[in-house]
């Protein structure tokens, strides 16, 4: 699993999410704070889910999202390559991005 580190923009200190309302199921309003004692800035932003990547294993998922743009464009490059026995390294390196 891995962490998030939120950085503060104002000291680059750690700084945790204080707060958030789930305004969607794919947006949700945040409230950041520093954990620098000597900075202690807060801010707001946002969280959204804006692609799907891979779909739900769910027979009836309660939303699909679109494909993003790049999965739908590997796999353009996927089906229109030449039937070959060599795997191709860029790809392979593209989608591991
Ligand atoms: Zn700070």
């Known amino acids: ?5 939120l950085v503060c ?3 680059h200190g750690c700084m945790r999410i204080r707060t958030s309302v789930g305004q969607t199921p794919c947006f949700r309003s945040t409230y950041y704070q520093c954990q620098n004692v000597a ?14 990547l891979s779909p739900s ?18 796999k353009a490059l996927r089906d229109n390559a030449k039937a070959t026995n060599q ?9 591991a991005v």
């Open 9 to 11: 923009p104002a000291c």
């Open 87 to 95: 795997m191709d390294l860029l790809a392979a390196l593209e989608e």
């Open 39 to 52: 900075c202690g800035a807060t801010f707001s932003g946002s969280v959204t889910i804006d692609y799907q």
């Open 57 to 74: 294993g769910l027979e009836q998922p309660l939303m699909v999202l679109p494909v993003a743009p790049a999965v739908e464009r590997m």
């Open 1 to 5: 699993m891995s962490t998030y580190k």
